[in-house]
């Protein structure tokens, strides 16, 4: 009995960290690069309601998160159009984003607030799902839980261990050096915004469609914010990603099971352990960088104008 | 929600806005009618307490000599003041009732200063003589709503644990609380209510996740005190948990796993606060009212509750309506061990101490 909660305890956890490891990976890869895009946040609330207006229009979860993916992507389109094509400073264009991306949602949304909808379906093995313990965990997660977990995946694979991830991480460090040898410098920018604002769309979507499910003007709560503290927590490394997000998401669940149980500490002070615990995190992080220096992308937030 | 473009608020921020509002090209008024002003800090049809309020400001425009205006998802900021002005110069509104806690101080109160002759109804127990006398307060006994949902939830539960999502732990949310789960214990004092604090009226997603949280931790049937128990309802629902409702009447929402619900009736308060006014008179600054006075109602009983339980709730809601009847009654502890009643005490439903509470009584699991 004892194992069965705590797995279902873990079980949340895993599904609140989700979202931000799905917008912590996207942003990871455009970092890298060497963009900075403050905008997750307006590109994963503008996801979770294009997600779910196309799911419910189409009664696809697929479809759905294939909506709420390329509603991040369009919006980051925008982004790399004018910073990566235009050469807009990044830090104005991305918190225009998140204001564009809030105004957006809410438009998308608007009558869909409140609609009712099935949660997407969860994996079922049969004699794997049921095992004692981790049956559940492992074996009976929705599809979202999963890619997440294969982008992490995939996206370390490709960075450290593919030609095109060596040049991605190059052109994050040196535009100028890169463009120099002749690397498409804007190219791969633009591309990697696009990445990553198909997956702040994507855990938008999940949000909408298994988290909850169901759409709510501003239901990102902050979370792409998070996402974005992440990246730096992670030292721009994709398996710390998916760490920080597992750490945050433990926070924000075991904060709520620490007010069921009646610690007796105030529901204000345990609902700020989650924002407390990656302020800490990020603190005792720069600590101990102070030796060896920023682990930051040299080029990031630097506007590239190709000599001409 | 769709921004409008040039909501009256945007509109008064207009160099010319004040100015305009005097000219004769205003909205056309009948003479002698009285404007009303609602303002709700969520929409109006949130299956919570912005809708209840909005249902009764509904049955409200078909009474002759009323033109209600309305304004929804004002925050409780200096934007709510810029509502109420506009309600005042443009649509010459003389009566307002801002609903949302949030909304009194400083945001009501330094408008009622502003306005000496407007009149202004607050929904909550927060007006006192200190305050001015063109403001004033509202508010049901629907503690005793939430007694009765404890009293249905008890029969229910076979886990004897009871969850509460709950917005703020201020004193009407705690009395709810309480009243909860002493209703429960009336039946089964061996029940326990975990709570959870969301800290806003309305966020959606973390109500879920406090549904989800207090279902993994045993609970069996939940209830809720935010704007919107829309989310605590279906996700309850969905997890398999019985649910009491809220507000309004949520039982559309889970048909099956739906109990009863604490309802709202303000129509009755706000009849008689607009009898005032056309009558030339102020109206009352502090107006209080429960099951006897038909401020608060329950919702029907669902499939999920038995023959016993129906009877024991209708026995103690018919002692209800005879009025003065006692939740609160010592000897009582709150949830740290200390006497928050002595024995032989007790609070009726109109006593003022039930406006400070600042407590969880003994068997709630969670801190103010």
């Not at chain 1, 997750?40 to 779910?52: P, R």
């Not at chain 1, 007796?264 to 600590?287: C, D, H, K, N, R």
């Not at chain 2, 308060?269 to 429960?290: C, E, H, L, T, W």
């Not at chain 2, 003022?352 to 801190?367: D, P």
Request: net charge positive.
């Amino acid at each position: 009995m004892t194992l069965d909660i705590v797995q279902m305890v873990l079980a949340t956890v895993l599904a609140a960290a989700t979202p931000l490891i799905l917008a912590g990976i996207g942003e990871l890869v455009v970092e890298r690069s060497g963009v900075l895009n403050l905008g997750v946040e307006g590109m994963m609330i503008f996801g979770a309601a294009a997600g779910f207006a196309v799911a419910m229009q189409t009664d696809s979860t697929l479809l759905g998160a294939l909506g709420g993916a390329a509603g991040g992507l369009l919006l980051s389109a925008l982004f790399g159009i004018l910073t990566v094509g235009l050469a807009a400073n990044q830090v104005a264009s991305g918190l225009s984003l998140t204001i564009l991306g809030l105004g957006l949602s809410g438009l998308v949304g608007a009558s869909y607030v409140g609609v009712k909808r099935d949660p997407a379906p969860h994996l079922q093995i049969p004699g794997l799902t049921d095992l004692p313990g981790v049956g559940k965990l492992l074996f009976g997660q929705d599809a979202f839980v999963y890619l997440a977990a294969g982008l992490v995946a995939a996206v370390w694979w490709f960075l450290w261990h593919t030609r095109k991830g060596l040049t991605l991480r190059a052109i994050g460090d040196d535009h100028v050096a890169t463009h120099a040898l002749g690397l498409h410098v804007r190219k791969v920018r633009f591309l990697s915004v696009l990445f990553g604002g198909a997956c702040a769309g994507l855990g938008g979507a999940y949000l909408s469609l298994a988290y909850t499910p169901f759409w709510s003007p501003g239901m990102t709560a902050g979370r792409g914010w998070i996402a974005l503290a992440l990246v730096v927590f992670a030292s721009w490394k994709p398996l710390r990603v998916a760490a920080g997000a597992l750490l945050f998401g433990g926070a924000t669940v075991l904060q709520l099971h620490a007010q069921a149980a009646g610690l007796g500490l105030p529901g204000q002070l345990l609902s700020a352990v989650p924002y407390l615990a990656t302020i800490l995190a990020l603190v005792l992080l720069s600590l101990g960088q102070r030796q060896g220096g920023s682990l930051a992308p040299a080029a990031l937030g630097r506007v590239f104008t190709p000599s001409r | 929600m769709i921004a409008r473009p040039f909501s009256r608020r945007f509109l008064l921020q207009g160099a010319g806005a004040l100015s305009l509002s005097a000219l004769p090209f205003g909205r056309a008024r009948a003479a002698g009618s009285l404007t009303v002003g609602f303002i709700y800090v969520g929409p109006k049809d949130d299956y919570g307490y912005n809708q209840a309020h909005a249902q009764a400001a509904k049955a409200l425009k078909g009474m002759p000599g009323i033109e209600i205006t309305e304004e929804e998802r004002v925050p409780e900021t200096n934007a709510v003041e810029k509502t109420m002005e506009s309600m005042i110069n443009l649509d010459g509104a003389t009566l307002l009732f801002p609903t949302s806690f949030g909304y009194y101080s400083p945001y009501l109160l330094a408008e009622a200063k502003k306005n000496p002759k407007i009149q202004f109804r607050h929904c909550g127990g927060l007006w006192s003589d200190k305050d001015p006398k063109n403001a004033g307060s509202y508010f049901g006994y629907i503690a005793q709503g939430q007694y009765l949902n404890g009293i249905v939830a008890a029969h229910a539960s076979k886990s004897k644990k009871i969850g509460f999502v709950a917005a703020k732990p201020i004193p009407q949310v705690l009395n709810n609380v309480n009243a909860f789960l002493l209703g429960a214990q009336s039946v089964d004092p061996s029940i326990t209510c975990q709570v959870i604090f969301t800290g806003e009226w309305s966020l959606a997603v973390k109500e879920a996740e406090a549904t989800n949280a207090l279902i993994d931790g045993g609970a069996d049937v939940v209830t809720c005190h935010v704007d919107s128990p829309k989310v605590v309802v279906e996700t309850a629902a969905r997890r398999g948990a019985f649910v009491c409702g809220y507000h309004v009447d949520q039982s559309p929402l889970a048909p099956q796993k739906y109990l009863t619900g604490a309802e709202w009736n303000w129509l009755p308060i706000y009849k008689d606060f607009i009898a005032s006014m056309q009558a030339g008179k102020v109206p009352q600054n502090f107006v209080r009212g429960g099951l006897a006075d038909g401020f608060v109602k329950m919702s029907p009983y669902g499939p999920g509750v038995s023959e016993a339980a129906r009877k024991n709730a209708d026995a103690v809601k018919a002692e209800m309506l005879k009025g003065g009847y006692e939740i609160i009654k010592g000897p009582l502890k709150d949830n740290t061990g200390k006497e928050i009643v002595a024995a032989g005490k007790a609070y009726p439903e109109k006593a003022a101490e039930l406006e400070s509470t600042n407590y969880l009584v003994a068997g709630v699991k969670g801190s103010v």
